[in-house]
């Protein structure tokens, strides 16, 4: 590879594309590290806005909602996912078809018309607006995530292994959890770090659906922002980066720690 | 022990409306070992399957030693099945693959860890039991997927297509040691296979499928030597297949071949009929008295090492392949060269006439 001539403007390209990318992200944690109260102005280094954020109560709040809402939304929608994945890919004929249409339809709506819609249906069977319902719409909407990324590892199973535990005695559930729910298991780990971080930095879905408190950190920051932008708020980003940062690199780690393929290779691009 | 191991009765399957298994009647005997040989398509995996509870027939009953079990699940039969791709449990270790079967059915610890042992020793894999089936060559595979189902002791031990994944070579020498195996646990082994070879070597009984139906079933020589059918006489090994007129103890065939042949009663004087002669039953010198003898051309000479084909023309249209063993006495000099006029013979028996 050292012989093949790279072109300059590949290069000026590449650094021009990450500049803009990263640009802003490098500016929100450089002034969560600022001294002073300014947003334009780098002075001094400090934690005090990390203190700040520490102090808040409201925020602290917010964060423990979001935490929970992941958490919920992970747990419900690998539990249901897995189980529809399995249904889609041996459910053959017409009835597997649609319903394999109709669970993409999620993934192709506007976030903001599921959002609405989710809202009015609440409202609708005047079910109060609160954390409950954040949770059962986040579900709502991770799952359509989780079985596709399952789905293909489903249909990529040799079928003979499961005949193969029913053969050695397995009854179907047992056949079920013994072997195909482990050889499963990388992408089912995988897609919940997915799931548990797509979940926590939802904002529209989040916005429409959630009560007045506490509210998820996505939508209290958005409203603490209307009210002139805070410097903890840079603080409460830059953590949340790194907790990005980290559930990225479990998803890319877990299908290396099982020594195979079947994580998350849309992103880690194999 | 009045039962066979293994009876079909009447058993057909379905898939739409094409049966893959029509009206199968197939009694195997205990301690066999048992081949469903025939090309793809012929029925041999559905029936195989179908012993092993994956697949229900559409009529029709199973019974394995005297019990109806037509309708019982995998998990309710005491049968093992050595699957195609050997549908080894990648997460767990090959002490834990062999040892799945004893778990489920609740044996003791100290029972499950002498026969894991045991068959661990059996498979000459005694040194591996920690490792995970991916880090394992294909042959040891093969092995692990054996002793997982022979740990469990069944009645039948089913195999589909058991050696199909292997090399030329490693299958050879699996096929010499599958066969010291069943004689050493005394189980009935059922094995799928299209490989006649394959089913030659190890089966003591072979029945060829074809069309969802039994062709022929019968010992290995049995098979090979009195093909019953046009079919059999072709899927089994290289035949010479002629097509002619049947007339009192003659065949003519095209280019007005007369070949006298045995006297068949059940063919009526000019009917259309099918003549086998396995290559190797044509001689080229040394007659026998009382032999069919028939002059040609030779058009080919095949040299593929231990052997030489000859490809030789009766008449016009009408060839034969002969095959010569290249054994220490055979000269090179004395091998035909193409275009040289040879005389054929052969044994009034070798050479069968297909209804």
Same mark, same amino acid.
């Given at each position: ?54 102090? !808040? ?5 917010? &964060? ?43 993934? %192709? ?47 990529? &199973? ?87 940062? @980290? ?24 | ?25 197939? !009694? ?8 469903? &040989? ?43 099945? %050595? ?65 997982? @189902? ?6 039948? *031990? ?6 199909? /994944? ?30 006649? !070879? ?54 003519? *065939?095209?280019?007005?071949?007369? *070949? ?14 099918? &003549? ?38 009766? /008449? ?40």
């Amino acid at each position: 590879m050292s012989n093949v001539r790279r072109p300059r403007f590949a290069i000026g390209t590449t650094m021009a594309f990450f500049a803009l990318l990263y640009a802003p992200i490098v500016v929100v944690v450089l002034f969560s590290f600022n001294g002073q109260k300014s947003l334009s102005v780098f002075k001094g280094v400090s934690l005090r806005w990390y203190e700040a954020f520490l102090n !808040d109560q409201e925020l602290l709040q917010s &964060l423990g909602m979001s935490l929970r809402v992941s958490l919920v939304a992970m747990v419900g929608s690998i539990v249901l996912g897995v189980a529809l994945a399995l249904g889609l890919v041996r459910t053959k004929g017409a009835l597997g078809t649609f319903a394999g249409l109709v669970m993409l339809v999620p993934l %192709v709506t506007p976030e903001i018309v599921t959002g609405v819609a989710s809202m009015m249906l609440f409202k609708g069977f005047g079910i109060p607006l609160s954390t409950g319902t954040v949770m059962i719409a986040e579900v709502t909407f991770s799952i359509s995530y989780v079985t596709v990324i399952l789905r293909s590892r489903v249909a990529a &199973l040799n079928p003979e292994l499961e005949e193969a535990a029913m053969d050695l005695g397995a009854t179907r559930w047992q056949a079920l959890r013994l072997v195909t729910l482990p050889a499963l298991l990388p992408a089912i780990l995988a897609s919940a770090v997915l799931i548990f971080a797509l979940v926590f930095d939802d904002f529209v879905l989040a916005y429409f659906t959630t009560g007045v408190t506490p509210q998820p950190l996505s939508v209290r920051i958005y409203s603490a922002i209307r009210f002139g932008v805070q410097p903890t708020i840079n603080a409460v980003g830059t953590l949340m980066l790194l907790g990005s940062i @980290a559930l990225i690199a479990l998803a890319l780690a877990i299908p290396r720690f099982f020594g195979r393929r079947g994580g998350l290779s849309i992103l880690s691009g194999e | 022990m009045a039962h066979p191991a293994v009876r079909l009765t009447a058993v057909t399957k379905s898939f739409g409306t094409a049966p893959a298994v029509r009206n199968l009647d197939l !009694d195997i005997a205990q301690g066999e070992f048992f081949a469903l &040989l025939g090309p793809s398509g012929c029925g041999k995996t559905t029936t195989l399957r179908m012993l092993g509870g994956f697949t229900t027939p559409t009529s029709g009953s199973i019974h394995l030693d005297g019990v109806d079990v037509t309708n019982h699940p995998p998990n309710r039969r005491d049968v093992n099945t %050595v699957f195609q791709s050997y549908a080894l449990f990648d997460h767990l270790t090959i002490w834990d693959n062999i040892a799945f079967g004893l778990k489920r059915r609740g044996r003791p610890t100290a029972e499950i860890r002498e026969r894991v042992g045991e068959m661990l020793d059996l498979v000459q894999l005694g040194d591996m039991a920690t490792r995970r089936p991916r880090t394992l060559s294909g042959g040891q595979r093969q092995r692990v997927a054996l002793a997982r @189902a022979l740990v469990n002791r069944p009645k039948v *031990l089913l195999l589909d297509e058991p050696l199909a /994944a292997l090399d030329l070579k490693l299958r050879r020498q699996m096929q010499v040691e599958l066969k010291q195996i069943q004689r050493e646990v005394g189980i009935t082994f059922v094995f799928v296979t299209h490989d006649q !070879d394959e089913a030659l070597t190890m089966a003591d009984r072979v029945a060829v499928m074809n069309g969802g139906v039994v062709e022929q079933c019968g010992a290995p020589e049995d098979v090979y030597e009195r093909p019953a059918s046009r079919f059999v006489a072709s899927f089994m090994g290289t035949s010479n297949l002629m097509t002619g007129v049947y007339s009192g103890g003659t065949v003519t *065939l095209d280019g007005d071949v007369r *070949l006298p042949v045995a006297q068949r009663t059940d063919c009526a004087d000019g009917s259309t009929v099918s &003549l086998s002669v396995r290559p190797e039953k044509i001689w080229l010198s040394d007659f026998e008295p009382g032999m069919v003898r028939v002059t040609g051309v030779i058009r080919e000479t095949v040299y593929s090492g231990p052997t030489t084909t000859y490809l030789i023309d009766l /008449a016009p249209g009408l060839r034969v392949a002969a095959l010569e063993q290249n054994t220490a006495r055979a000269r090179r000099e004395d091998r035909w060269e193409g275009g040289e006029e040879v005389e054929l013979g052969w044994r009034p028996q070798d050479c069968l006439v297909l209804a």
